[in-house]
């Protein structure tokens, strides 16, 4: 089963772009990387969804390189609402072998 | 549509008491979860069920159990709570299906202290 490593914290400010790496050297080749972003009191929330190269919308970029081993998060011109929580999540979610495993997230704050 | 609701928002049970913690989803999706999030730990799945009549047991099941009766209801029950359950819970759900990936819906928790 496949594990991720993120940073624990990341500062910026506003305007700013930016990006969260995230570790998974074990990926299989069925798993599929999402991210997902939490704010206080709330349940965690998607965003992105990627298999390999590159995925855009509206509110985020997911870079993933060709062997897969990790991936990028970009978030760009971040503002204040930004500030929370973002997870990396590695794993299949098809049939009946679901057992996703979380990271412990990166904790992003953004400065005025 | 609600999306996943979880209630009750807040309990406070004292040790050895029982309680269920209810989830419901109302977008027909066949596959519904329990986490629970503490300081440190990220999230931790307890159990999962891949459709009405059929569940499984994720990383932490101990204390708990669960049943899944319906699509649309997956309640998680503690059977003699203990203080190493004060945690926040949250349900999700997803479709599921053969050959990709459905994401999460996560309800809005549940925190529970037990004293």
């Known amino acids: 089963l496949a594990k991720t490593t993120q940073p624990i914290s990341m500062d910026s400010y506003e305007g700013q772009e930016v990006n969260i790496t995230c570790s998974h050297n074990n990926i299989a080749t069925n798993d599929y990387i999402t991210w997902y972003q939490q704010f206080p009191s709330q349940g965690p929330r998607f965003i992105i969804q990627g298999y390999k190269t590159k995925v855009t919308n509206e509110v985020a970029s997911l870079f993933i390189p060709a062997d897969r081993k990790s991936s990028t998060l970009s978030l760009p011109r971040v503002s204040l609402s930004d500030t929370a929580v973002y997870y990396c999540?590695?794993?299949?979610?098809?049939?009946?072998?679901?057992?996703?495993?979380w990271g412990l997230g990166t904790s992003l704050a953004v400065n005025p | 549509n609600a999306g996943v609701t979880q209630t009750p928002k807040f309990q406070v049970l004292k040790t050895g008491q029982s309680m269920t913690l209810q989830c419901a989803q109302d977008m027909n999706h066949e596959y519904m979860s329990w986490y629970r999030q503490d300081p440190g730990m990220g999230l931790r799945l307890i159990h999962y069920s891949v459709g009405a009549g059929i569940t499984d047991q994720g990383e932490v099941p101990n204390g708990y159990n669960v049943s899944r009766s319906t699509t649309e209801d997956f309640p998680l029950r503690l059977l003699s709570a203990a203080p190493s359950q004060t945690s926040v819970y949250f349900c999700?759900?997803?479709?599921?299906?053969?050959?990709?990936?459905?994401?999460?819906?996560f309800g809005n928790g549940t925190r529970l202290t037990v004293t």
């Open positions: 999540l590695v794993g299949e979610n098809a049939g009946n072998n679901r057992k996703l495993i």
């Open positions: 999700a759900s997803s479709r599921a299906g053969a050959g990709g990936n459905s994401p999460l819906h």
